[in-house]
């Protein structure tokens, strides 16, 4: 399954929120990560997830594609890759 | 076809970009717009966006979903709208 995620999240727990979502898809862009995930990853991820934002404040979307080939993606300008950016 | 848009623009110009994809789009999170529309609607669009950026420091993805139906949106926390957040 192809996942975009964004976030909107409050900068206490954003390094946070970053972190852990390294540890399961590619960083791709401020607040988005995608990538290629099992559904029981993605579950694990997000409850991991889940334990670490306040509900009442910060805004997590999961887009979840089950075929990859269901989806294209266009970049306009620069393709950001924070992969080498250390956290 | 649906379509997500998300951007990591410069400060000086991430106004008129947002102002040009409510035009077209959804604003549904900090840097994420989401959205049915035509094939012209978006080449117009994306043309005009174009016109904006400055290629060589902004950043937007296009993630094209043809049926609407291969994609799904589950909500972590807020559902965050800016339709009301005049521009």
Same mark, same amino acid.
């Given at each position: 399954?192809?996942?975009i995620?964004t976030?909107?999240?409050?900068?206490?727990?954003?390094?946070?929120?970053?972190?852990?979502?390294?540890?399961? $898809?590619y960083w791709t862009q401020n607040s988005v990560f995608e990538?290629?995930? %099992?559904?029981? =990853? $993605? +579950?694990?991820?997000? =409850?991991?997830? @889940? +334990?670490?934002?306040?509900?009442? @404040?910060?805004?997590?979307?999961?887009? @979840?594609?089950?075929?990859?080939?269901?989806?294209?993606?266009?970049v306009?300008g620069q393709e950001k890759s924070f992969? %080498? $950016?250390?956290?």
């Amino acid at each position: 399954m192809f996942v975009i995620i964004t976030y909107d999240v409050g900068e206490k727990r954003v390094n946070k929120v970053r972190k852990k979502l390294k540890e399961y $898809l590619y960083w791709t862009q401020n607040s988005v990560f995608e990538g290629e995930i %099992t559904l029981s =990853s $993605l +579950a694990k991820c997000m =409850s991991e997830l @889940e +334990a670490i934002i306040n509900k009442n @404040e910060d805004s997590i979307y999961v887009y @979840e594609v089950k075929n990859p080939r269901n989806i294209k993606k266009k970049v306009y300008g620069q393709e950001k890759s924070f992969e %080498t $950016l250390f956290l």
